[in-house]
């Protein structure tokens, strides 16, 4: 039993191991076919194995059955017979029956060759006569899908286009599958068959399949408004287009674009100058235009204005080939030809000529010179316009010289080389050959003035102003230096010790003046001095001063100054300090011979100050002056103040006098005054008792009654002020009364 028991454990166990097995075996051919395989073909091996799987199933039953004793021996083995012929019926049949659907074809690998069954349909097969089938899918091609297939026999391609299913052929390889091109309006597709190498464009609007050697590149064609151009090369000629706007360009194959560019508006006034490269030619566009370039034309100098020219304006332009100049003149706008250049790099405006002006004028094509001024036309104004070969001299226009009563002009004759002076009253201007040298003023002397003025020949001539000279010498008081006459300019010292000469004197003061001098002179006992004085002197032969010296003021110094050393070394220095004034009237009293000589007379000389060189002789100098200043002071003090004394007397005298004169007036006016009042009382009092006499005819009532008046007034005039009254009792007629 334990035997027993044992066997039939271990015959329950085989078959459950072996009914795992086969599970396992047949999910792990599912997972396999699912993995490797298509959808479709998945799903079939995945019937395949389920029945594979129901077979071992029901075997592994059996043999569980047979192993519990629940099923005689032999029905495993009748089961296991059944099942074997099962799987040889489904082997044979899976080879020689074959289900094909719409997309599905099967393609039979002979001994020999292969072939193919489209389907759909039901194909049978000598199963002992091909290696083996393959049970594949049609390609599915939409109307923009295509499929590129090559012959593995022979390597030929081919394309093919849907829409429709693409069932290959036995040898046909499918390398791939694309999508047509699709091409808008402004699209194409540049085509290089690379088996040929031919190149084509394909423009839309269109749907483009390749060739099955065919290298495509989409493109979007160039869109060009009325104003861009493109320039266009052709890589196969070499040949260079322009192609403008308004359009949308599409290439040929070979043809590659520039960047787009935008035509050069011109307007009425602008230009370009454009230069052919492959003829060389040169030419100006002119305005209004669009300009598109070409591709051999080159801009020079880009867009430029046209001159427009006012009425007073001109340009002159000169061609660089021929060297050929051409004046343009306002009102215009002037264009340059293709080899013009401005001559004068700028516009220029015409020479304006007022009456009084002008202007020479160069003709360098002629050499001749000729005088534009601004009376030419009648008018009082011209206005010049320089012609192609004119150049305008000494540097523009210039006024006329004014000749008048106190203007004159030198003038040279640059053909002769002469000199004329020009004294007419005129407008003067000066022929072509003419240069003014000088304009020369009216000289006028002053009555106190002369002038010398050497002559052509170098002869002096001296004017004067005063009319005594002036009949002596016969020549005028006011003048014009002729040609080649020129004043004479003297040089003479100048300073206090006459030091430098660079006094440049042209004109000649003949009044007395003075002058001052400065230098040392040492006395008889050793002290140097340092003298300061003046000349009073004046100019009375002027040609004898000019024959005898050329520094006048240097001589006159100089003399002093010797005469002085030798009059002062004889005398002490007190002796100089009281005969100051004496020594110099003796300096130039003594040798006026020498000043008569220099054509001068010297009416004074005088020292105004001296002091001694040395310091200390200077101090001790200054106590000497200082204290004969303040001797002098003392006494001219004193001399003031008894003056001041005499003076105050005097008028103590003349007020006392006057005093006793006033009050003798004083008391003949109170007499008179006191005399007054009195006859205006008597006549006041007269009328009070005429006028009284009927009402109140006796006196005494009368005289009564103007004391009250009198009274009365006296006091109204008391109240006005602050005095204090007192009344006696007779004056109030009081009485006083004693009662018990």
Known sequence: MAGEGHRLFSCRRIATQNWYVAWM???????????EEEEEEAAMKLRYALSF?????????????????????????????????AALVFYFGKRTVHCLGQDEQLLEEGFLKRSVHNGPGVVCLNPFGHRGVDNRKAVTLSASEFAKVRDTIDGAERIVTGPGLL???????????????????????????????????????????????????????ISLSSVEYVIVTDKLTGERKTVCGPCVWFPEPFEIPSAKQTAMVLQEDEYLRLRDTSSGRRWVQRGKELVFLKPTWQVEGGVQKAWSLKAYQYIRMVDSVTGQISVHRGEQTVFPGADEIML?????????????????????ATGQVRVESGVADGAGSNQIFLGPNDKVLDGGKKKAIEVDESHAVLVRDKATGQLRLVKEKQLFVPGPNETI???????????????????????????????????????????????????????????????????????????????????????????????????????????????????TSGDLCNHARSQFIRHVARVTLKQFMD?????????????????????????????TRYQCADKRTSEILEQIIQETTNRLNRLSQAESEN???????QGQIEQEKMNGDLLQIQHEHSKDEAEVMGRSEAARISAFMDGLRESVPKPDDRVSMWQILRKTEALSVVSQGKANLYYTPNDVNLSIETRN
């Open 579 to 607: 005969e100051s004034h004496q020594i110099a009237k003796r300096v130039w009293e003594e040798d006026t011979g020498f000043y008569l000589s220099r054509g001068v007379r010297i009416h004074s000389l005088e020292v």
């Open 643 to 649: 003056e001041v004394s005499l003076f105050r007397t």
């Open 437 to 551: 040298e000088e304009v020369r003023g009216l000289i006028r002397l002053a009555d106190h003035e002369a002038m010398i003025i050497r002559g052509k020949s170098g002869e002096f001539q001296y004017f004067y102003g005063s009319e005594e000279k002036r009949r002596l010498t016969g020549q005028p008081r006011s003048f014009f230096l002729e040609p080649y006459e020129e004043i004479v300019e003297l040089c003479w010292s100048k300073g206090r010790r006459r030091e430098t000469r660079n006094l440049k004197i042209n004109r000649f003061d003949c009044r007395p003046q003075f002058m001052s001098f400065e230098f040392n002179c040492r006395t008889s006992d050793n002290v140097e001095l340092v003298l300061e004085g003046t000349f009073f002197w004046e100019v009375v032969d002027l040609p004898t001063m000019v024959k005898s010296t050329g520094d």
């Open 25 to 35: 075996k047949a999910a792990a051919a599912a997972a396999a076919a699912a993995a």
């Open 53 to 85: 799987l129901a077979m071992a199933t029901l075997l592994a039953c059996a043999v569980t059955a047979a192993a519990f004793e629940l099923v005689p021996p032999l029905v495993p083995a009748g089961i296991f017979i059944v099942a074997g012929f």
């Open 167 to 221: 069932f290959l052929a036995a040898y046909d390889e499918l390398l791939n599958k694309g999508s047509a091109s699709s091409l808008s309006n402004t699209e194409y597709v540049r085509v290089e068959n690379k088996l040929s190498g031919q190149k084509m464009i394909v423009k839309g609007p269109c749907m483009w399949f390749p060739g099955p050697h065919d290298d495509a590149a989409k493109g979007e064609a």
């Open 344 to 364: 004068d790099g700028e516009v220029l405006c015409a020479i304006d000529l007022k009456v009084h002006e002008y202007v020479k004028i160069l003709d360098q």
